[in-house]
């Protein structure tokens, strides 16, 4: 059984942390600025994607390595370094605090995985086998890519407005039900 929750966090008024500079790291970056732009990256160096990120998204770094207590602040750490002593330090200081520790190939030292997902607006669906196998969770997200259309943006903008203006009840939602079930069987009837 797996002990992982799904679970979808607002960050909005929330910091994360980046330790490492390099070709994870910067996957990680890339994924987490589908999310929030409020980030800082530690790391003595930085690949130069990682760089192009921080100076496009204009975000925090500090060219060193980890020290005790950079973590304060943070709601979310992930540590994306090959020392495995770093990513346990890190994940033994953020115990007791309110920190999420994601140390990236080091189950042992995660509170937290990441999951394969695909964004288009304001949907997102995240696909996880618990770190069992990512190469699954990464080729089930390439075919439900290639099954979603495009238009689910402007459809669920125009949920969104609807549910801002309809007066809560069962009408506005049989309403939006119905909405979204012709929406969705339509997609698949045009895919035959």
């Known amino acids: 059984m797996s002990e992982f929750f799904p679970l979808f966090l607002n960050l909005k008024n929330e910091k994360v942390l980046i330790v ?7 996957d990680k970056l890339s994924h987490m600025l589908d999310f929030t732009e409020n980030i800082t990256l530690i790391s003595p160096k930085f690949c130069q994607r990682a ?3 921080i100076k496009k998204h204009n975000l925090s770094f500090k060219e060193r ?11 979310i750490v992930i540590v994306a370094v090959d020392d495995v ?5 890190i994940f033994q200081e953020a115990r007791g605090k309110r920190v999420f520790v994601n140390s990236v190939d080091s189950l042992d030292y995660c509170d937290f995985i990441y999951p394969s997902y695909i964004k288009k607006g304001d949907l997102t669906i995240a696909v996880s086998t618990s770190g069992s196998s990512p190469a699954f969770s990464k080729h089930l997200r390439i075919f439900l890519q290639k099954v979603i259309p495009d238009k689910v943006v402007d459809f669920l903008k125009e949920m969104r407005e609807l549910r801002e203006k309809l007066p809560k009840g069962k009408e506005r939602m ?5 909405k979204a079930k012709n ?3 339509s997609f698949f009837k045009e895919r035959g």
């Open 20 to 26: 490492g500079g390099g070709k994870i790291a910067s």
């Open 51 to 53: 760089t192009e990120l």
């Open 65 to 75: 390595e980890y020290r005790k207590g950079d973590l304060e602040g943070f709601l």
């Open 85 to 89: 002593n770093v990513q346990r330090e």
């Open 174 to 178: 049989k309403m939006l039900d119905e």
């Open 183 to 185: 929406f969705v069987d």
